[in-house]
Every structure is written in structure tokens, then in C-alpha cells.
């Protein structure tokens, strides 16, 4: 079954960090380029961080540039995010997906909240 399950979310306080782990199964990722995306509440989903396979080039948009970091390991098929420095405005539910994302891999994703 190819799957992908993020964990690794939470609550925690502005300025702290967080690491979301995503875990594959069914399929290599060694030949997709990776990301993780979000969705906040009453927003649209949004790519925050890509790995491109073919050259292991990382991409990430201004809002996160800087504070998170994306990370994979293909022989243990497992995808990273690094969050550091997290602002309220972080707090949504975090996926990762193939990029661009295909839709039988959308997960249940996991909760990231950023309050005091």
C-alpha cells in the first residue's frame, strides 16, 4: 500500500522548535522530489519546503526561510522538517507529499500549534 504518515506535531510555545517526521511505505522516494505543505485553518494548502531528488537542492518560500529545514534519508524512507523559531501564524496541520503532490499520498497529516 503506498502511504505516507506524518507525526512528530504538537504544541508549543513562539520561539521553540519542533522536528516532523513523514514515514513512507509502499514506494522508493529516491526518485521523487519531496515537500512538506500546510494548511491552516479557513487557508488554502501551501508547499513550505521542497528536496529536489535530482540534484538534493532544497526550496523553501519566504515565510519559512531561514527557521525550517527539510531532510530526507532514502534507505529508510523518511522525510524531516525542522522547525525552529515558530511563530503563531506556523500553527496548521502539516503534510508531506511528492511534489508536485499527488493525490492518493495526502495523509491525515499532523497538528503543529504555536501559542503561549
Known amino acids: 500500500q503506498l502511504q505516507l504518515v506524518e507525526s512528530g506535531g504538537g504544541l508549543v510555545q513562539p520561539g521553540g522548535s519542533l522536528r516532523l517526521s513523514c514515514a513512507a511505505s509502499?514506494?522508493?522516494?529516491?526518485?521523487?522530489?519531496i515537500a512538506w505543505y500546510r494548511q491552516a485553518p479557513g487557508k488554502e494548502r501551501e508547499g513550505i519546503a521542497c528536496f529536489k531528488s535530482a540534484d538534493d537542492t532544497t526550496y523553501y518560500p519566504d515565510s519559512v526561510k531561514g527557521r525550517f529545514t527539510i531532510s530526507r534519508d532514502n534507505v529508510k524512507k523518511m522525510v524531516y522538517l525542522q522547525m525552529n523559531s515558530l511563530k503563531p501564524e506556523d500553527t496548521a496541520v502539516y503534510y508531506c507529499?511528492?511534489?508536485?503532490?499527488?493525490?492518493?499520498?495526502w495523509g491525515q497529516g499532523t497538528q503543529v500549534t504555536v501559542s503561549s
Open positions: 509502499g514506494f522508493s522516494l529516491d526518485y521523487y522530489d
Open positions: 507529499n511528492t511534489d508536485p503532490p499527488l493525490k492518493r499520498y
